[in-house]
């Protein structure tokens, strides 16, 4: 199992950014792929998560309405469109993955839930 997460970078606030996660190495029909981010001194928060079987998304309150999250199945790859960004915003996002039988409304945001990570890519939100 990899995880190959790009598309970080450096924006104004109010920018948009596009981070992709390039999966490969199991059928994502049976995983969830899920972003997180990391700021410094802080824990790793759920961001994001998508459902590679039936697309089912789910979001933490601080970026509902600004970030959405797809996936190419045909190509393995999940996205996750980040608009009107916040300096708060800024931190190292990741992906990974976990078994969806693994998981339920109460846990899919919860980074101990998710096996495999990827590397992670830096989002600055600087002006």
């Known amino acids: 199992v990899q995880l190959q997460a790009s598309g970080g970078g450096l924006v104004h606030p109010g920018g948009s950014l596009r981070l992709s996660c390039a999966a490969s190495?199991?059928?994502?029909?049976?995983?969830?792929i899920g972003w997180f981010r990391q700021a410094p001194g802080r824990e790793r928060e759920g961001v994001s998560v998508?459902?590679?079987?039936?697309?089912?998304?789910y979001y933490a309150d601080s970026v509902k309405g600004r970030f959405t999250i797809s996936r190419d199945n045909a190509k393995n790859t999940v996205y996750l469109q980040i608009n009107s960004l916040k300096p708060e915003d800024t931190a190292v996002y990741y992906c990974?993955?976990?078994?969806?039988?693994?998981?339920?409304?109460?846990?899919?945001?919860?980074?101990?839930?998710?096996?495999?990570w990827g590397q992670g890519t830096q989002v600055t939100v600087s002006s």
């Open positions: 190495g199991f059928n994502l029909d049976r995983y969830a």
């Open positions: 998508i459902s590679g079987s039936d697309g089912s998304t």
């Open positions: 990974a993955t976990a078994p969806l039988f693994r998981l339920t409304t109460h846990n899919v945001l919860l980074a101990r839930e998710y096996e495999y």
